[in-house]
């Protein structure tokens, strides 16, 4: 059973910086893809970055990218999301998620296992 554990959410200003981090268990996540997404309130998930499986590569979207970095610690069974120059639109709650079942997962439903989301909430 793999489960997945974020922190490092809270409440800041425009312009600060977070780090999420999110414990994977039960499995090596070098061998997973893995994922960051966020979820506004009333809004469909977002996927944030996407961690190829078995490689450093990683994909970003256009709406965070240059501003938050994903990355992975393979020795602590760890990903990171380093958020810089945070906005009131990146209100939300963050997810973390894995699956091996596909090496680039673009879609929530690719994702097989997901953490329980931490709160980022930026006051302008």
């Known amino acids: 059973q793999v489960q997945l554990v974020e922190s490092g959410g809270g409440l800041v200003q425009a312009g600060d910086s977070l780090r999420l981090s999110c414990v994977v268990s039960?499995?090596?996540?070098?061998?997973?893809?893995m994922g960051w997404f966020r979820q506004a309130p009333g809004k469909e998930h977002e996927i944030l970055a996407i961690?190829?499986?078995?490689?450093?590569?990683?994909h970003y979207m256009n709406s965070v990218k240059g501003r938050f970095t994903a990355s992975r610690e393979n020795a602590k069974n760890t990903v990171y999301l380093q958020m810089n120059s945070l906005k009131p639109e990146d209100t939300a709650t963050y997810y973390c998620?894995?699956?091996?079942?596909?090496?680039?997962?673009?879609?929530?439903?690719?994702?097989?296992?997901w953490g329980q989301g931490t709160q980022v909430t930026v006051s302008s």
């Open positions: 039960g499995r090596s996540i070098s061998s997973y893809a």
């Open positions: 998620a894995a699956t091996n079942r596909f090496m680039m997962p673009t879609i929530r439903t690719q994702y097989d296992y």
């Open positions: 961690l190829v499986k078995g490689e450093s590569t990683i």
